[in-house]
């Protein structure tokens, strides 16, 4: 952090900062703040899908034994499904 204070709480850390904003609202500042332009690029995107409760579990469990993620798992499972029905097709 630089070495000047930020500029509503007056902190000298981000410790401070955070313990600053733990006890105020910033409604009560809004309008000692500045506006600022920021770039976002967002890369990926989460989609979830209703999956049945028992092939869940199923999923879980051989996640588990393989010392990965359900998630992670059902999306090497995914990939691997894709990229076959890509080359049968």
Same mark, same amino acid.
């Not at 070495?3 to 105020?24: P, T």
């Not at 989460?46 to 051989?62: F, G, N």
């Given at each position: 952090m630089?070495?000047d204070k930020?500029?509503?709480? *007056? $902190?000298?850390?981000?410790k401070e900062i955070?313990?600053f904003?733990?006890?105020?609202? +910033?409604? %009560?500042?809004w309008?000692k703040g500045k506006? @600022?332009e920021?770039d976002? %690029?967002?890369?990926?995107?989460i989609t979830?899908y $209703? @999956?049945? *409760?028992?092939?869940s579990d199923? +999923?879980?469990?051989? $996640?588990? *034994?393989?010392? @990965?993620? $359900?998630d992670?798992? +059902?999306?090497?499972w +995914? ?10 097709n």
């Amino acid at each position: 952090m630089k070495r000047d204070k930020s500029s509503i709480s *007056k $902190a000298n850390s981000y410790k401070e900062i955070g313990d600053f904003w733990d006890s105020h609202d +910033l409604s %009560d500042y809004w309008d000692k703040g500045k506006e @600022v332009e920021i770039d976002i %690029d967002i890369k990926s995107e989460i989609t979830l899908y $209703a @999956v049945e *409760k028992d092939l869940s579990d199923k +999923l879980q469990s051989i $996640a588990q *034994k393989q010392g @990965v993620s $359900a998630d992670t798992l +059902l999306n090497l499972w +995914l990939q691997e499904k894709i990229s076959h029905n890509i080359k049968m097709n």
